[in-house]
């Protein structure tokens, strides 16, 4: 279920993601069952969640980017140079507190 983000809201998670070190390195094999299982336990954790993509791998970063974010229900916040940004609110718990949206979005 991937959410709608506004341009403020994005802005507001690209700034978050700023602190944050990438956690998870994707390589030539692409987005495999395991990376999406890895992706998926660190939502567990945490609602933003950066990622790696190493040179050896073949798709294109943003590719990749959408593909995983499809593949865990998340939303792709960007994609700078080859790391990936992805974000997932907790249904019970939202630990991050996204920006309002404008009303009749």
């Known amino acids: 279920m991937a959410m709608n983000l506004t341009s403020k809201q994005r802005a507001y ?3 978050l993601a700023q602190n944050i070190k990438a956690t998870l390195q994707i390589g030539k094999e692409g987005v495999t069952p395991a990376v999406v299982t890895a992706v998926e336990e660190h939502f ?3 609602e933003l969640v950066k990622l790696t993509v190493l040179k050896t791998a073949d798709e294109d970063v943003r ?3 959408e593909t995983l974010a ?3 229900r998340s ?3 960007e994609v700078i140079g080859r790391k990936i940004v992805l974000y997932k609110q907790d249904p019970d718990d939202p630990e991050i507190k996204l920006p ?4 009749g979005v």
Do not use: D, F
């Not at 309002?100 to 009303?103: G, L, Q, R, S």
């Open 44 to 46: 567990n954790t945490r």
């Open 63 to 65: 590719e990749i980017g």
């Open 70 to 72: 499809g593949r865990t």
């Open 100 to 103: 309002p949206a404008p009303k």
């Open 13 to 15: 998670l690209r700034s």
């Open 75 to 77: 939303t792709l916040v």
